[in-house]
T-cell receptor, first 111, second 116 residues
């Protein structure tokens, strides 16, 4: 079973609206957790990185939160734009160990 | 910094031929490079890890004779898909790290391989 489950699998929202993507993980402990954006046909690009002790981290319109007690992370996107259409992947990262990729959420922004 | 470039971005080849994909670290020396494969709507799956100057370490289920990896320099690794078949059609992504054996945050732009 994948140790990193994301929800929803896919999401369609109107341009300008906000949305929140969820990540539940069992991988523990980890040194940091990253959210990646992967455009279709492209490699993943890091959006945010949080250490185990951080609760929130922002990068422009992207805000990630982390609750180590419940082993949940979320990515909130504010004022969505058409260019936000992509897959978003949650990745807990622990040094030299194998990266465990989340199942991903496919986000589609419609005008 | 930490830019990883892949080439080509897409390739179409005939069944039975071989295809070479390049992965370059542009602004750092990549002691370790990682090769991933991603099928549609699925997560990235690690295929192999290569340390510069050493033989690659392949994940379980990945045929080392089919997916040849060369990492002869600190800025270049190549993945050669030999005798490609349609089931090898996939998205191949590399990742590079300046630290030996340490997982990397930085991914290449990917290569879409279609075998016809």
């Amino acid at each position: 079973k994948n140790q990193v489950e994301q929800s929803p699998q896919s999401l369609i929202i109107l341009e300008g609206k906000n949305c929140t993507l969820q990540c539940n993980y069992t991988v523990s402990p980890f040194s940091n957790l990253r959210w990646y954006k992967q455009d279709t046909g492209r490699g993943p690009v890091s959006l945010t990185i949080m250490t185990f002790s951080e609760n929130t981290k922002s990068n422009g319109r992207y805000t990630a939160t982390l609750d180590a007690d419940t082993k949940q992370s979320s990515l909130h996107i504010t004022a969505s734009q058409l260019s936000d259409s992509a897959s978003y992947i949650c990745v807990p990262y622990f040094g030299n160990e194998k990266l465990t990729f989340g199942t991903g959420t496919r986000l589609t922004i419609i005008p | 910094g930490a830019v990883v470039s892949q080439h080509p971005s897409w390739v179409i080849c005939k069944s039975g031929t071989s295809v070479k994909i390049e992965c370059r670290s542009l602004d750092f020396q990549a002691t370790t490079m990682f090769w991933y494969r991603q099928f549609p709507k699925q997560s990235l799956m690690l295929m192999a890890t290569s340390n510069e100057g050493s033989k690659a370490t392949y994940e379980q289920g990945v045929e080392k004779d089919k997916f040849l990896i060369n990492h002869a320099s600190l800025t270049l690794s190549t993945l050669t898909v030999t005798s490609a078949h349609p089931e090898d059609s996939s998205f191949y992504i590399c990742s590079a790290s300046p630290d030996r054996g340490r997982r990397s945050y930085t991914f290449g732009s990917g290569t879409r391989l279609t075998v016809v």
